[in-house]
């Protein structure tokens, strides 16, 4: 049986090798440069699914941000210590979904005041936000969210192009759009972005490779995991060592070990309407799950990050960290 396969094998790593290295098909990803002060360290706050003017507890979820610097995380873990003093985040990742029900219809639409700027006024969250889009986004005018009018608006709303890069010293976000790949939604193949995608992982320098989307390929919610993303998207993901999966469009909270490499599937798609209270099964490690409103955060230093999940009251769910050389968690 092996020798008879053996050329099959090799052909599909020909194949793979050659895909892996050519240049990227369309024009390259654009990126964004942002990176904290020198030497400093990354913390970036993850919230999806959100923009419905404030309603079903949007406005608590952005509150809450607000309050961080008081909250004691020194109850749960002594790692967290410093963390919880030193609460300054240095940007925003939307994973989507980002004004309900479909999107907004043009850069002046109220709608998007209503569900962003009047809702996400603490402190904190006056850094520049990068979005992707989700599929309620596309149901409306999405090349209005990634117009550069838009930010006459808003200053902060960051989402330069459907796919894009965030190189932020210790970590490179790689924002990528996900609604096309979803049969249901769009079906043309001139929007594959994955071997630009693979080109620029292959490029990255930075300690930390997450790539942030829309929707879950591996999830314990709602919409459990993803059959398109799953063939498509995750082989590239794994094939560059790409620490995190950052998702939204289940409405809840969740962290998820991948069963055969080092990715984390994190969901924070609690940005508004949640409890769903429907569950699928993944074949991958359940560590972690919150039907409920809340809000992700991540501190990445070179060789650790530390991230944690917070509900509605402000109280931390869950906490863990990864370390470089482990590549796992702690
Ligand atoms: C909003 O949060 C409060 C406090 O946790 C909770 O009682 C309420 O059910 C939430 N509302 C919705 C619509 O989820
Ligand atoms: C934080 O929690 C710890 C452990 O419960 C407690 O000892 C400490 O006094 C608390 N700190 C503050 C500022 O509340
Ligand atoms: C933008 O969209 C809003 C909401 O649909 C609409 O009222 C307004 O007329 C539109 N503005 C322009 C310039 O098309
Ligand atoms: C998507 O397009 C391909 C090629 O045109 C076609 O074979 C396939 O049936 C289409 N899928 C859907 C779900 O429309
Ligand atoms: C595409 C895919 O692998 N889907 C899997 C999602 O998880 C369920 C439960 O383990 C599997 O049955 C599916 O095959």
Request: charged share 15%; with cysteine; glycine share 10%.
């Amino acid at each position: 049986m092996a020798p008879a396969r053996l050329p099959l094998v090799v052909v599909v790593t020909a194949v793979a090798v050659l895909l892996l290295a050519a240049p990227p098909a369309g024009a390259a990803l654009p990126r964004v440069a942002h990176a904290p002060k020198a030497g400093g360290t990354l913390a970036v706050l993850a919230v999806g699914d959100w923009g419905r003017r404030g309603q079903f507890n949007q406005t608590l979820v952005a509150q809450q941000v607000k309050v961080k610097p008081g909250v004691n995380l020194s109850s749960i873990s002594r790692t967290w210590e410093w963390w919880g003093r030193s609460w300054t985040s240095t940007s925003v990742i939307s994973t989507g979904d980002n004004i309900y029900d479909d999107g907004i219809a043009n850069t002046s639409d109220p709608l998007f005041k209503e569900s962003f700027s009047n809702i996400y006024t603490a402190k904190s969250l006056q850094k520049p936000w990068y979005l992707v889009l989700g599929n309620h986004d596309y149901t409306g005018n999405a090349l209005a969210q990634i117009d550069p009018a838009i930010r006459n608006v808003d200053s902060r709303y960051t989402a330069i192009a459907k796919s894009f890069i965030v190189n932020s010293g210790n970590a490179d976000f790689f924002l990528v759009d996900t609604t096309p790949f979803i049969l249901h939604y769009w079906n043309n193949t001139k929007f594959d972005w994955r071997g630009d995608l693979g080109y620029a992982l292959t490029a990255s320098k930075a300690a930390w490779k997450i790539v942030v989307g829309h929707h879950p390929i591996s999830s314990g919610c709602r919409h459990g995991n993803n059959t398109e993303l799953e063939q498509l998207l995750l082989p590239v993901l794994k094939a560059h060592g790409v620490d995190m999966y950052v998702n939204g469009h289940d409405h809840c909270l969740q962290r998820i070990s991948s069963r055969d490499s080092r990715l984390q599937f994190l969901t924070s798609g609690g940005g508004s309407k949640a409890w769903a209270g429907k569950f699928k099964a993944t074949p991958d490690k359940v560590e972690f799950l919150y039907d409920g409103q809340g809000f992700m955060s991540m501190r990445l230093s070179k060789t650790e990050a530390h991230l944690a999940f917070f509900d509605v009251a402000g109280n931390a769910l869950h906490c863990w960290g990864l370390t470089k050389n482990a590549g796992a968690g702690r």
